[in-house]
Each structure stands twice: as structure tokens, then as C-alpha cells.
């Protein structure tokens, strides 16, 4: 399968600093891209969605100006957690969808962010 | 609005056994997907199974099978012959007007 990169992988920043998160494509052109949230033991929580050249798509209770979607190219979208707090300490996954892989998915193995 | 319900939080097998995890959906989509993720401790997503909603006939993957229920919105999924490997949270999700929605996940024990 396709694979999706992150960088960093793990993050630990002071309170009030911003971190990027940056999510690659490696081997296809994502035209779309998602970055998700994962609480310890939870399941994914979708924040938003970006598409190649246009303005994310946040989902509803996502902080558009908090969590900024950047997706420049075909290949790199990133994500930016401006003036971070304690509690946005989180596991973020992004993932990439291959339009010519039936609308599958291909995740990158995520971001541990820690915001002290 | 799509949801997708998982009610086994947790689950075990015996190794080299059979375990089905329990999955149901809502959708007012006409055409969609479904979707078994694993993700085990690494935290890594990886796609299980993938089933295409037009299509009757049940998904399988070698010790992975689905027993898809269209009108019931039921999506199942079979592991045989468990194995050490297969332990992890499994993720059934829904692929619809443009997103993925998971359900709460599943955790498997396997059992030596």
C-alpha cells in the first residue's frame, strides 16, 4: 500500500509556543488530506478535512485560528497548533486519500504532542 | 449524519481460534464504503478489510472475513485462526460523503 509520513513523531513544547506537524505522501498524489485527534484510548476524532490548493474544512468544535491546515501540494499537507496548551496534548494522525485506491485511506503513524 | 457503532469494547480469543467483532452503521448515503482498521501499540493505522456497499458478496482477506448485512447495516468481521499478531484495537468505519467515521473500537486479546 501507499505510504504517509509525519514528522515529528513525537513533540514536546511550552505553553503558548506553536508546533508543525508535517504529513507526506510518499508514493501518490493526495488530493485530499485528513488530520484526526486521538484521546488515549479513544477512537479517531476527524478535525478537518484539506484539499490540494483550497481553504481546510473544520469540523464542528475544531478551532480553525487554533489549528492551522496548510495543504501547499499533491504531497504535503501540515498542521499547526498555535499558541499551545496542556490540554491540546494529544496523538494527531493525518492520513491521505488515494482516489485511485477506491477512496482508501492510507494513515501515517502519527504525532504525540505534549504541551507542558 | 453518519454513525458507526462498535459495542464489544473488549474482546479475546485463544490463539488459532475464531472471533467475530460486531459492527453497525448508519448511513443516508447511497454509495459508500466500509472499513476494519487494526491499530495496534504502535499506534500505526492499518487497513484490515475494505468492502464496497454496491457489492453483495462478502470481502475476505485471507484469515479475514466480513459478513456484510446491507439492510440490517451490520459489518462484521472474522479473524480465523488467531494469531499473536492480530491483538490490537480494531476500528470499523464508514467511508461517506467525503469522510471517514470510525466507530469506539474494539480491543482483541489473544490468548497463548
Known amino acids: 500500500g501507499a505510504v504517509v509520513s509525519q514528522h515529528p513523531s513525537w513533540v514536546i513544547c511550552k505553553s503558548g509556543t506553536s508546533v508543525k506537524i508535517e504529513c507526506r505522501s510518499l508514493?501518490?498524489?493526495?488530493?485530499?488530506m485528513f488530520w484526526y485527534r486521538q484521546f488515549p484510548k479513544q477512537s479517531l476524532m476527524l478535525m478537518a478535512t484539506?484539499?490540494?490548493?483550497?481553504?481546510?474544512?473544520?469540523e464542528q468544535g475544531v478551532e480553525k485560528d487554533k489549528f492551522l491546515i496548510n495543504h501547499a501540494s499533491l504531497t504535503l499537507s501540515t498542521l499547526t497548533v498555535t499558541s499551545a496548551h496542556p490540554e491540546d496534548s494529544s496523538f494527531y494522525i493525518c492520513?491521505?486519500?488515494?482516489?485511485?485506491?477506491?477512496?482508501?485511506?492510507?494513515f501515517g503513524p502519527g504525532t504525540r504532542l505534549t504541551v507542558l | 449524519a453518519q454513525t458507526v457503532t462498535q459495542s464489544q469494547p473488549e474482546m479475546s480469543v485463544q490463539e488459532a481460534e475464531t472471533v467475530t467483532l460486531s459492527c453497525t452503521y448508519d448511513?443516508?448515503?447511497?454509495?459508500?464504503?466500509l472499513f476494519w482498521y487494526k491499530q495496534p501499540p504502535s499506534r500505526q493505522m492499518i487497513l484490515v478489510i475494505r468492502?464496497?456497499?454496491?457489492?453483495?458478496q462478502n470481502a475476505t482477506e485471507n484469515r479475514f472475513s466480513v459478513n456484510f448485512q446491507k439492510a440490517a447495516k451490520s459489518f462484521s468481521l472474522k479473524i480465523s485462526d488467531s494469531q499473536l499478531g492480530d491483538a490490537a484495537m480494531y476500528f470499523c468505519?464508514?467511508?461517506?460523503?467525503?469522510?471517514?467515521?470510525f466507530g469506539t473500537g474494539t480491543r482483541l486479546t489473544i490468548i497463548p
Open positions: 468505519s464508514n467511508f461517506g460523503n467525503e469522510k471517514l467515521t
Open positions: 492520513s491521505a486519500r488515494d482516489r485511485g485506491e477506491n477512496n482508501e485511506q492510507f
Open positions: 448511513t443516508s448515503e447511497s454509495d459508500y464504503y
Open positions: 468492502q464496497e456497499a454496491y457489492k453483495q
Open positions: 484539506s484539499n490540494e490548493g483550497s481553504k481546510a474544512t473544520y
Open positions: 508514493d501518490f498524489q493526495a488530493t485530499t
